[in-house]
């Protein structure tokens, strides 16, 4: 409870360093993703499909953010996240920062598992590809960094259809949570990469349905390792390289 105190505060403390809008508005969003597996950062933490709940609520630039995963195949609800956040934007330049807890129901023997808390900040500027990036300091199980480095573009379809292009790579700075070396200590290196595609289809101006598919593939040895292991641990299948998609449904309010 420190930790969430702390994080609340912090996300707040962000909020002074920058001029909000004059009028506030408040909005709110509810959606679901079916997906044939659940990716993270690279590894691969399910089997089987995979239903994702999510319920955001946004107040000028502050917004908190519910979670949840649930596992078709081990029929579990085993993870639930909590993100509170900041956003705001000066001329072409944007950023998000905040907190995010990472509430895991189950821990193996050697403390994987366990319950984490990160900070982050991204930083995204308003020209072609939209290139931006985000450092996550997991000051918790993981007592490291993690980056991300990404481009994308948008292009507007005929019928109100919007197809959206993204690429990444992530850089692991000694953040236990992503894995151990063969040595079995925390690493330096470059992790994965992914190449994502999606279709937004409006329903409704309230309603959007959008197929996703995505490619994830390790960056560097040192990661490789780490992801051939959890994703035989999880599938039973040594390999690191992952294609993964489904579709999300969404309402905003």
Known sequence: MKHVIVGILAVMMAALWAPMAP???TSGSASVDILSQYVW???QLSDEVVIQPSVGISYGGFGANLWANYDTDTKEHNETDLTLSFSNSVDKLSYDAGYIYY???SSGDDGSGNDTQEFYLTLWYDVILSPSITVYYDFDEGDGAFIVA???HSFELPHKLSL???ASASY???NLVMGTDENGDEFSDFY???LSASLAIPITDAISVTPVIAYSFPLSNDSEDVLEGIAEAVTGDR???VVYGGVNISLSF
């Open 172 to 174: 692991n700075a000694d």
């Open 150 to 152: 990404a481009i994308g």
């Open 192 to 194: 994965n990469g992914t």
């Open 23 to 25: 009028a506030v508005e």
């Open 164 to 166: 959206d292009l993204g």
């Open 41 to 43: 950062r690279g590894q």
């Open 239 to 241: 390999d690191a390289d």
């Open 103 to 105: 509430a895991l129901d």
